[in-house]
């Protein structure tokens, strides 16, 4: 991933846990959550104190099991 794409994903996860206004939403038929930023999309696990990052990647692949 390029350090521009990456830098973006960091700081929106850093925005997300500072309860700032992120795009996020429920995953259908999942637990988890997804982030848009730009044209990728960020899969957590939001567990309360507890962000995991599952994946992170371009949004048209990045939905497929």
Not at 21 to 34: A, E, T
Request: aromatic content about 8%; overall charge positive; glycine content about 10%.
């Amino acid at each position: 991933m390029q350090p521009k794409r990456r830098a973006a994903i960091y700081a929106k996860l850093d925005a997300y846990a500072l309860d700032l206004p992120v795009d996020i939403r429920k995953m259908q038929g999942k637990r988890f959550f997804r982030i848009r930023v730009g044209q990728d999309r960020v899969i957590i696990d939001d567990q309360g104190t507890v962000v995991m990052v599952i994946d992170a990647g371009p949004r048209g692949g990045i939905y497929k099991e």
